[in-house]
Nanobody
Framework: QVQLVESGGELAQPGESLRLSCAAS????????MGWYRQAPGKQRELVAR???????NYADSVKGRFTISRHNAQNTVYLQMDRVKPEDTAVYYCNSDPAQWPWGQGTQVTVSS
């Protein structure tokens, strides 16, 4: 079973940058498409970015051009660089495979507010 640990979330002002990290417990991670998801209060969890094991990426329209997903397979880690954050980016951020098939981690809270 893969365990996922997200980190890097914090309070940010609009326009600032954040970098989220997700560490997976097993090297099998490298064979899977990985995604960053988020869940805002009162909303369903949504996929915002995904990256294949070859490094191809896709983004939700709401974050395209501002967020960048990357992965370091040797370290079993996936990252989400968040630039020019907006208040609507406020959510708990999670990583998982795409489609999600492992237990969800605790997530990391991102709050964007002035």
């Amino acid at each position: 079973q893969v365990q996922l640990v997200e980190s890097g979330g914090e309070l940010a002002q609009p326009g600032e940058s954040l970098r989220l990290s997700c560490a997976a417990s097993r090297t099998i991670f490298r064979f899977y498409v990985m995604g960053w998801y988020r869940q805002a209060p009162g909303k369903q969890r949504e996929l915002v970015a995904r990256i294949t094991n070859a490094g191809d990426t896709n983004y939700a329209d709401s974050v395209k051009g501002r967020f960048t997903i990357s992965r370091h397979n040797a370290q079993n880690t996936v990252y989400l660089q968040m630039d020019r954050v907006k208040p609507e980016d406020t959510a708990v951020y999670y990583c998982n495979s795409d489609p999600a098939q492992w237990p969800w981690g605790q997530g990391t809270q991102v709050t964007v507010s002035s």
